[in-house]
């Protein structure tokens, strides 16, 4: 089952999207579907999109400034029996408070975002879309990626690294499963392969099954781990160009500055906005 959720602005929608995709970054949830809707303007818009997600059991994220459009996405998303999370009216509130005034319910009233901010939200927009080796077939068009058994920081370099601007893509090597082929087909300096060591893994697999309860058998057997990681080994031989960044008992920090020392890259390809 795909899990919609829509995010809702009268201006371009991209704050309530970055929102949504910076709080999915906390879950190892798959199959979810974040559509962007903008310019919303008119009661009968907003009718449309709650039907919408009514009918596809989605949730609604909105950043509208108008008080009237506002009231109405809660009260039609209670008859519909839609969730819709404002995001914007609690702090209208309590601005409106502090400073005595009235919101003047300008949509778009913020500052045009610099083509920084933009390149970052495009990068993370993609490090979403190609985590836990998600669309391979989109490969080429990553700056960086990042290969790796489980538990080995794929995920969270990624982010930081989307963070900073670049499009990345992270594939796990899953022991006597063929990584896809257009990985082998990628440039030189465009892949990186992350390795740990035994011991240091089969901790952290411990913690998770704590956490999650349910995993894999032998997920944290330091024999089967063992396997893994000679696997992964196999795997990086066929491409000896990749070079291989150690994260055992490494800070996120320093992997990711590594990474991109190593593929002759900076730490901040681009400018952003305060």
């Not at 009514?54 to 839609?82: F, N, P, Q, W, Y």
């Not at 960086?144 to 992270?170: E, H």
Request: aromatic share 6%; proline share 5%; glycine share 6%.
């Amino acid at each position: 089952m795909v899990h919609r959720i829509y995010t809702v602005s009268d201006a371009s929608g991209a704050t309530a999207e970055r929102v949504v995709k910076s709080a999915l970054v906390q879950f190892d949830a798959e199959d979810v579907e974040v559509i962007r809707i903008g310019e919303i303007r008119t009661r009968e818009q907003v009718c449309q999109i709650i039907a919408e997600a009514a009918r596809h059991k989605g949730i609604i994220v909105h950043t509208l400034v108008s008080e009237e459009l506002r009231h109405l996405m809660v009260t039609e998303g209670r008859l519909m029996d839609v969730t819709t999370i404002d995001i914007m009216g609690p702090l209208l509130v309590r601005l409106s408070e502090m400073f005595s005034l009235k919101p003047k319910g300008i949509p778009g009233g913020m500052t045009p975002f610099d083509r920084g901010y933009l390149e970052r939200i495009e990068a993370i927009d993609y490090t979403v879309r190609h985590d836990d080796g998600k669309n391979p077939h989109e490969l080429d068009l990553a700056d960086i990626v990042l290969v790796g058994v489980s538990r080995t920081s794929k995920t969270p370099l990624s982010f930081y690294l989307a963070y900073r601007g670049w499009k990345v893509a992270n594939v796990p090597i899953v022991l006597d499963v063929e990584p896809p082929e257009e990985l082998f087909e990628l440039p030189k300096h465009r892949v990186v392969g992350l390795v740990i060591s035994p011991q240091r893994l089969a901790e952290l697999r411990k913690v998770r099954i704590e956490r999650l309860g349910t995993v894999p058998q032998r997920y944290a057997d330091l024999e089967y781990i063992h396997q893994e990681l000679v696997y992964a080994y196999q795997i990086f031989e066929r491409r000896k160009d990749w070079p291989l960044v150690d994260v055992t008992l490494k800070p996120i920090e320093e992997a990711a500055s590594e990474i991109l020392s190593l593929l002759g890259k900076t730490l901040q390809p681009v400018e952003f906005s305060k």
